[in-house]
Each structure stands twice: as structure tokens, then as C-alpha cells.
């Protein structure tokens, strides 16, 4: 008798064991890539990437949750074996994502380095691991996981991280492993499957489990390799169904190998100086730019009413009144707010000392945030914003952003990315210590190991 259901397809149907194209051109792709043959902008910048993520990791394992969970890990014993790369992996990723200051890709919609980085530093533990391997298996981890961003439409209840990071984790661990090529196509249609089911609320509600699903990106993919060894086996088009109906829609496969290994997402990503949301950051531009307009800071006192027109996801962050770090981080009313109080959008600007300012949440309460369709639609490639600031005087300033600072079209030079690195790091690990650690991985690709760079970012 014939299935009748809408959407129910009968197995005689699905099993066929046919694997996509795409997969196996990945697959030898990911075998064949070798470190002499990525591009000069690929090695640069995946060393800042890696020095970038370190500085997250390196800030974000001082907040207290991190200390406490990671306490906590430890007391339960052989659960976590005194630094396991399982749980070293977890702790890194939660870590790095805990300020909101790791790097992104704007086409992927996401943040693929740090559900990769984390698990490439702990697999450490387990293998010698030469700077150039580390470059490389970070490049196509971090390229494959953005490749699945931006051939899907993740659902717009989703938060990205956690997704589609666990195949650029265990992408990363294969190639570190040596896995053959059908070992790659394994590796990935397992890791498909164990994404978590992200809630994109939580970030809205500064729910702070959010920061934990980088990390357990990290630890899945390590985990998906090892199952992968073990002979455990998974569907034969684990990213196609998962973001094509599962997760995510519109599933494009065709965008998976698009000028693969000629265009890297790496080389296209984008970092970050605000301590905020992404969506935040065309508004904290123009707003930077009309406080070069007045001549200098804006006195709080003297802002009449701001307005914000920007694209739609931007545009949903307009809660005024977040009730925690990470709501604020999450909020274009208290980011504007607390960048015209503090000067700049830094970390300290989001702890609970700014937010608890009476000035602040005053002008939080001025800022309205619209979207604007035609903003909306110059997605993914621009992240527009329109700020328009009345002070009690009368005088309106005005200013428009098409793109982020830090973005592809508007990079920030390798300088600005070792000065933010200082700034987030260093009061953690000294300056001097920091300044090792810079040196160490911008010269990773003539590196034999990788250990002492970890050895360089440890606690003290």
C-alpha cells in the first residue's frame, strides 16, 4: 500500500546508498589539500584567525561560568580526566563565545572558526601537531562548515552556532588524523547528524547556554571522528537532509563546490573590535561616525531620541532593557547606549556595572529600531544601518553605514587584530606573555608543534 502522508517517503525510496556528488568532490578536495597549496591570503589570515580565537578563549575562560563548569567537570572525574581533549575541546569553544568577541563570516551567517579552533588546539593532546597541519585542517574545517551556511536557509527559530560547526570540527580532526577519502565523506554524514537543536531565543533572552553550544560543536566533531574510526556509519546525504528540510531549507549543493579551492570563506571573513552582537555593529559604526560629526563625545544628557533603520535581524535586537551581559551584548538600545556613556563598545561596557548605570538605561529608552526592507535586501553581502541622533537642542545628526567595519570590504589590518588581541588577553596573561603568544602564532606555519603555543595560552 502506497504512503499518502505529505512528506513521508518509503524507505525502499530513500535507500539507495548513492552519495552526492559534492560529497565526494569534497572528499578528495580535503585528501589532496596540502599546506603548499593554499594561497599566501589563506595562510595569513587563518593565522590571525587562530591568534583571534586564542585571545576569545583566553578572556572568555576568566567569566564565572566558565570557571565554575570547568571546576565542576573536573571534580567529576573520569568524566573529564584532568584535561581531557573531549572536554578541553567543550571548555575552549564555550569559552571563546562567551564575550561575543570571535570572528564570523557574514555569508555563512555564523562564527566557523570557533567550532573548529578549539577541538584543532585540543587534538593536541593527543598527536604532535606541526603549525603547518594546524593551519591547514583549521582552513578546511572552517571552510567546509561555512560552505553548509551559505548553501542553506537556516530556520529563523535556529541560532547558528552549534549547527553546522560540528562538521567543520570533524572535518578538521580527520584531516589531522590523515583520514583516507571515503574516511572524509563518513566523517562528515555522521557529524551532520549531531548538531544540536538550537534555540535562536536563547541569544534574545541572554539564556547562557547559548555559549555552550560551540563548545559542544568542538567536542561532537572530535567525537564524530572517533566514531568514525570505530566503524560507525551515517546516512548517505547527512548534510543534504539535515539542511534541506531539517534544520535549514533551501539546500543548495551546487554552493559546496563553487570555485572550491579558489575561494576560500576564510579569506572572506570578518573580525571584531565591538564587545556586541555583529547586527549591532552597522549602527556603532554610524554612530561613531556622528560622534566624529559633533566634534568629539556626546554627553548623554543631551540626546533627545536616537533612531535606528537597519535589516531584519539587526532590527529584532530592540529590547531596551537587557537583564544580563549576554541580552546586552544582544540589544541595539543598550549597545548604542553604553558606546555614547563608556566611549566604546568594550568588554567592561556590558558587565553588570554598565548595565546597572541609571544613564545608560535612560538613553536605552530613547533608541527606537526599525527595519527597513530595502536594507534587508542588500543581505548577506552588506550589513546596513541608518542612525539618525536628535540632541535637546535640536540639531539632528545623521549617518549611514553599508558595511560592517572589519568586513571584507572594509578589513581590519593585521595590526588592528594584534591590538584587539592585547587588549582582550593581556590582562589575563600579562603583557609580555601576550606578546609571546602573538609572536608564536604569526610564525605557526614554521612551527614543528603547536604545543607551545598552547603551552603559551595556558592559565597561569
Known amino acids: 500500500m502506497a504512503i499518502v502522508t505529505e512528506g513521508v517517503v518509503p524507505a525502499s525510496e530513500l535507500v539507495t546508498g548513492k552519495k552526492p556528488k559534492w560529497l565526494k568532490d569534497w572528499a578528495r578536495f580535503a585528501r589532496a589539500t596540502k599546506f603548499e597549496t593554499l594561497p599566501d591570503v589563506v595562510v595569513d589570515r587563518t593565522r590571525l584567525v587562530i591568534l583571534d580565537c586564542l585571545g576569545a578563549i583566553i578572556a572568555g575562560r576568566t567569566e564565572p561560568e566558565v570557571q565554575s563548569v570547568t571546576k565542576r567537570l573536573g571534580k567529576a572525574g573520569k568524566a573529564r580526566r584532568a584535561g581531557s581533549p573531549l572536554m578541553d575541546a567543550f571548555l575552549g569553544g564555550t569559552a571563546g563565545t562567551m564575550l561575543e568577541i570571535d570572528e564570523g563570516n557574514q555569508y555563512a551567517r555564523g562564527h566557523p572558526a570557533i567550532h573548529v579552533v578549539p ?69 562528515i554524514n555522521i557529524a551532520s547528524s549531531l548538531g544540536l537543536t538550537t534555540s535562536r531565543r536563547t541569544m534574545l533572552e541572554g539564556g547562557t547556554v547559548r555559549n555552550s553550544y560551540a563548545g559542544f560543536s568542538n567536542m561532537l566533531g572530535m567525537m564524530a571522528w572517533e566514531m568514525t574510526k570505530s566503524g560507525f556509519t551515517g546516512e548517505a546525504d547527512g548534510v543534504g537532509a539535515v539542511y534541506g528540510g531539517i534544520a535549514a531549507t533551501d539546500w543548495k549543493p551546487a554552493e559546496m563546490t563553487e570555485d572550491l579551492g579558489t575561494r576560500w570563506e576564510i579569506a572572506r571573513n570578518y573580525f571584531k573590535r565591538h564587545a556586541a552582537c555583529r547586527y549591532n555593529h552597522g549602527a556603532l559604526d554610524a554612530l561613531a561616525d556622528i560622534v566624529r560629526q559633533h566634534g568629539g563625545p556626546i554627553a548623554p544628557e543631551k540626546v533627545a531620541a536616537v533612531a535606528v533603520d537597519t535589516y531584519v535581524w539587526a ?26 556613556v563608556n566611549g566604546a563598545a568594550t568588554l567592561d561596557a556590558f558587565r553588570d556595572m554598565a548595565r546597572a548605570n541609571a544613564v545608560t538605561q535612560a538613553l536605552a529608552a530613547k533608541v527606537t529600531v526599525n527595519e527597513d526592507p530595502a536594507l534587508t535586501a542588500k543581505l548577506p553581502g552588506l550589513r546596513p544601518a541608518r542612525v539618525t541622533l536628535t540632541l535637546t537642542d535640536g540639531r539632528v545628526l545623521k549617518a549611514e553605514v553599508l558595511t560592517n567595519k572589519g568586513d571584507t570590504e572594509d578589513p581590519y589590518s593585521r595590526d588592528d587584530v594584534i591590538t584587539k588581541f592585547h587588549e582582550v588577553a593581556g590582562p589575563s596573561i600579562g603583557a609580555e606573555r601576550a606578546k609571546a603568544l602573538v609572536a608564536a602564532a604569526l610564525a605557526l606555519d614554521t612551527a614543528p608543534s603547536i604545543t607551545p603555543l598552547l603551552q603559551l595560552s595556558e592559565s597561569l
Open 119 to 187: 577541538a584543532v588546539l585540543a587534538a593536541a593532546k593527543l598527536r604532535k601537531i606541526s603549525g603547518q597541519e594546524a593551519i591547514v585542517a583549521t582552513a578546511l574545517g572552517y571552510e567546509i562548515g561555512s560552505r553548509i551556511g551559505i548553501a542553506s536557509k537556516l530556520r529563523v527559530t535556529m541560532h547558528p552556532h552549534g549547527t553546522w560547526g560540528v562538521v567543520g570540527a570533524a572535518l578538521a580532526i580527520a584531516k589531522l588524523g590523515k583520514a583516507s577519502a571515503a574516511e572524509i565523506e563518513t566523517v
Open 315 to 340: 532590527a529584532q535586537l530592540d529590547h531596551p532593557a537587557p537583564q544580563n551581559m549576554l541580552a546586552a551584548k544582544f540589544s541595539m538600545p543598550f549597545s548604542l547606549a553604553t558606546t555614547i
